[in-house]
């Protein structure tokens, strides 16, 4: 019971959180967010060149 009002509470303080970053400083959450897509293309492609060399195509 106790862990799920923490739980609950930690969502709401990072949810919080992550809603000032955006309005107080809207450019580098954008570049935050841009960074992270190419992380996870740049992942996937990797995965996918690894699964093309293992097949040897």
């Known amino acids: 019971m106790a862990t799920?009002?923490?739980?609950?509470?930690?969502i709401w303080v990072i949810?919080?959180?992550v809603l000032?970053?955006?309005?107080?400083?809207p450019n580098k959450?954008?570049?935050i967010v841009h960074n992270i897509w190419d992380l996870?293309?740049?992942g996937v492609r990797s995965?996918?060149?690894f699964?093309?060399?293992i097949l040897g195509q």
Do not use: Q, V
Not at 4 to 10: A, D, H, L, P, V
């Open 15 to 17: 949810f919080a959180f």
């Open 51 to 53: 699964f093309k060399a």
């Open 20 to 25: 000032y970053a955006i309005f107080t400083n």
């Open 40 to 42: 996870l293309a740049t």
């Open 4 to 10: 799920e009002k923490i739980k609950r509470i930690t």
């Open 47 to 49: 995965i996918g060149d």
């Open 29 to 31: 959450s954008a570049d």
